[in-house]
């Protein structure tokens, strides 16, 4: 089952606006990881955020956590075209035995 | 190695053949998953295997897939009898464990003819 559904589906912007993904999960989890995925094919670990963190910065990227609405966000700052991709965010299981459960993704297109 | 490495990258097969799809993780990550991808979807969970532990099998769809790993490093999904509906990218992921992060090979796009 997939417990991680991100929001929206698919997002247009244009090179220099910032993007934001959200993604809701359904229950308790430990940590929440986002990932990028290019063409179709292996995805690249982007940043995790632990359950007792609320926002963590790496580079353009933001991630929050609300644990209380069981949710995330994903904020991408100044966006380039290479920022084209799908990002989907990953919950585990509480125990750490459990594999990640991902979502179906945010289809982002960044417009030069 | 450096990173996860699967192979073939491609493979097309024609319905009712076996197929078996390698995955090499990095090495030293105790942990290794199996993924699959349909055109436009998410990751759907195939198997897991940490350690010397028995695998957690609950993902695979039908008793046609298996997998196996030996000596705790290479490992290969098998899909017996293939269907049309087995078509997807099959995804390979080691970690070290625990919390961390993924490390994903580039997948095997298979497509069943």
């Known amino acids: 089952s997939q417990q991680g559904e991100e929001d929206p589906q698919a997002l247009s912007i244009q090179e220099g606006e910032n993007a934001t993904m959200n993604c809701s999960y359904k229950?308790?989890?430990?940590?929440l990881q986002w990932y990028r995925q290019n063409s179709g094919r292996g995805l690249v670990h982007l940043i995790l955020?632990?359950?007792?963190?609320r926002e963590k910065h790496s580079g353009r990227l933001r991630v929050t956590l609300d644990t209380s609405k069981k949710s995330s966000s994903l904020l991408i700052t100044a966006s380039r075209a290479a920022d084209t991709a799908s990002y989907f965010c990953?919950?585990?299981?509480?125990?750490?035995?459990?594999?990640?459960?991902f979502g179906k993704g945010t289809r982002l297109s960044v417009i030069a | 190695g450096a990173g996860v490495s699967q192979s073939p990258s491609n493979k097309v097969t024609e319905k009712g053949k076996d197929v078996e799809l390698r995955c090499d993780p990095i090495?030293?990550?105790?942990?290794l998953y199996w993924y699959r991808q349909s055109l436009g979807q998410g990751l759907e969970f195939l198997i897991y295997?940490?350690?010397?532990?028995?695998?957690?099998k609950s993902g695979l769809p039908s008793d046609r897939f298996s997998a196996e790993r030996t000596g705790g490093s290479v490992s290969t999904l098998t899909i017996q009898r293939t269907q049309q509906e087995d078509s997807a990218v099959y995804l390979c992921?080691?970690?070290?464990?625990?919390?961390?992060?993924?490390?994903f090979g580039s997948g095997t796009r298979l497509t069943v003819v």
């Open positions: 229950t308790s989890i430990n940590n």
């Open positions: 295997f940490q350690g010397n532990s028995a695998p957690d």
């Open positions: 990953a919950t585990d299981g509480h125990s750490g035995n459990t594999p990640l459960v």
């Open positions: 090495s030293g990550h105790t942990a």
């Open positions: 955020i632990r359950s007792n963190e």
């Open positions: 992921a080691s970690s070290a464990g625990g919390f961390g992060g993924y490390t």
